[in-house]
């Protein structure tokens, strides 16, 4: 981990959370196959075999001796980290604006990759939102970028294979200090 991701782990507090939120309204009447909460899953299920970086959580230093470290976290589970809301009827953007409101509020849980993404369906027109929760200390806004396009495809039925060298690798988190 860099210097500058520490300090974003470490500026944050209550009343200051570090995670940013990225919004996107989309419209899938043209889609041929029609919108699906679970082919969205498998997508993104299948494409954070791409993006390491997502299943990887913080794990502190002892003593705090050198700046924390990224790790494969060994219980990574999506459903964690995606979840699928409807937004309160009617569905227009006061009702979406006080949904938005309640999901960043709330911290990351620190002992997870720190990030979450929330389909929003139930908006006016058959719209459906995705927002995304990620901490800052992932990227900057140039970085987060590449990382959410990595995450999502065009065509959903064209997915590449990942790298071999990216794919999770079970393991322990490692021990802490023996007293």
């Not at 494409?47 to 299943?55: A, C, E, I, K, S």
């Not at 705090?64 to 569905?91: N, T």
């Not at 949904?99 to 908006?123: I, K, M, N, S, T």
């Not at 800052?136 to 039925?157: C, F, K, N, Q």
């Amino acid at each position: 981990m860099t210097g500058t991701e520490a300090m974003f782990l470490r500026m944050e507090r209550r009343a200051n959370y570090q995670h940013t939120l990225k919004i996107a309204i989309v419209d899938p009447s043209s889609t041929p196959d029609g919108w699906s909460f679970e082919r969205y899953h498998a997508t993104v299920e299948h494409q954070l075999r791409l993006v390491p970086t997502m299943r990887q959580r913080y794990i502190d230093t002892p003593l705090g001796l050198h700046h924390p470290l990224w790790i494969d976290d060994p219980d990574f589970d999506l459903e964690v980290h995606l979840r699928q809301v409807v937004c309160p009827p009617p569905g227009d953007m006061a009702q979406f604006c006080k949904l938005v409101e309640q999901v960043y509020c709330h911290p990351l849980d620190r002992d997870r990759p720190l990030w979450q993404a929330w389909v929003v369906e139930g908006l006016e027109g058959g719209r459906v939102a995705l927002l995304a929760l990620i901490h800052h200390a992932y990227s900057d806004g140039t970085g987060m970028r590449a990382i959410l396009e990595a995450m999502t495809t065009p065509d959903p039925h064209d997915l590449p294979e990942p790298d071999p060298d990216h794919l999770l690798m079970s393991q322990k988190l490692p021990s802490g200090i023996k007293a």
